[in-house]
């Protein structure tokens, strides 16, 4: 139970940065919001199912160490899902699979930026209240909460140092603060 409801919770994680975000939205906010949230469901439902077909018609192989893969070349290191099916379907054409590598990277690295996002007001709000030291309350010059976005990125480089950049781990804290965030959103 508890590994699917940390799954689930992962996958909800841009659910919840437009939840976050309804006061950008335009009038009528809840409306506007409400949609934006189908939408996202919609997207997110159809890319989970496209996905996973296309993985079983190609038949991708994943496995937790790339020397596990019967037929990986000794050296070689295991491609992500994304490129498989890729590879599979535009039939070993370097280009679109090249476009769609970067298109993943990209998406991952704006929602790596959601966490820069949201600690910041976060730590600032506990700050006022108490409960982590003031120095997160205070903005900066470009009217951020800078030492909130120097603590957190100090802190995900000790953990990139501390886990030598091994995906594999560091995912496994990824859904831990996922489900804990979670959790103790649904209980506030």
């Known amino acids: 139970v508890?590994?699917?409801?940390?799954?689930?919770?992962?996958?909800l994680t841009g659910i919840e940065a437009v939840a976050n975000?309804?006061?950008a939205f335009r009038e009528p906010k809840s409306k506007n919001a409400a949609t934006t949230l189908l939408?996202?469901?919609l997207i997110s439902m159809s890319m989970f199912a496209g996905i996973t077909w296309l993985a079983l018609k190609t038949e991708v192989k994943v496995a937790e160490f790339s020397k596990d893969l019967i037929g990986l070349p000794e050296g070689e290191s295991q491609k992500t899902v994304i490129v498989q099916i890729a590879d599979a379907v535009f039939h070993h054409s370097s280009i679109p699979v090249l476009v769609i590598a970067i298109a993943?990277?990209?998406i991952l690295a704006l929602a790596a930026n959601t966490a820069f996002n949201g600690f910041p007001v976060m730590g600032s709000v506990l700050a006022r209240d108490?409960?982590?030291p003031r120095q997160l309350h205070t903005r900066g010059d470009r009217l951020a909460f800078s030492n909130g976005i120097l603590t957190l990125a100090g802190l995900a480089i000790v953990l990139v140092i501390a886990?030598?950049?091994d995906v594999s781990g560091l995912i496994q804290l990824y859904i831990i603060g996922v489900f804990v965030s979670f959790s103790i959103g649904q209980i506030g």
């Open 2 to 11: 508890a590994r699917a409801f940390s799954s689930g919770t992962t996958a």
């Open 21 to 23: 975000g309804v006061p």
């Open 39 to 41: 939408l996202l469901g």
């Open 104 to 106: 993943t990277a990209t």
């Open 130 to 132: 108490g409960y982590l």
């Open 163 to 165: 886990y030598q950049a």
